[in-house]
């Protein structure tokens, strides 16, 4: 069993998944592609809803077109994903993304 350090959690994303999470001030985030070439696009919204990579210091370099199609899919994992967006008042229409890994 691997034990993490105080103050840090692990999130698994499945292919084609997706995860929310909130970042304050100060925290950090690695992303591990354990199992290969895979890509990864990462949107990041300000507090106010606005897609802003800079938040984490890299520039877009996507219109977060992954996000968008797991949002079509018009499945149960889809339904989720909508409704945090829309608690969260995140502008998808025009979110921005970096895509990492596998390109």
């Known amino acids: 069993m691997n034990a993490l350090p105080p103050d840090t959690e692990r999130f698994l994303v499945k292919a084609n998944g997706s995860l929310a999470i909130n970042l304050r001030a100060g925290d950090e985030i690695e992303l591990v592609n354990p199992e290969g ?11 106010r809803g606005k897609s802003d990579m800079q938040c ?8 977060a077109e992954g996000l968008k199609k797991i949002l079509a899919a018009n499945n149960g994992s889809a339904s989720n994903l909508a409704q945090i967006l829309k608690s969260r008042n995140l502008a998808i229409d025009k979110a921005q993304s970096t895509c990492i890994f596998g390109m």
């Open 56 to 63: 984490i210091g890299v520039q877009a370099n996507g219109t």
């Open 37 to 47: 070439l895979q890509v990864c696009e990462i949107s990041v919204f300000d507090s």
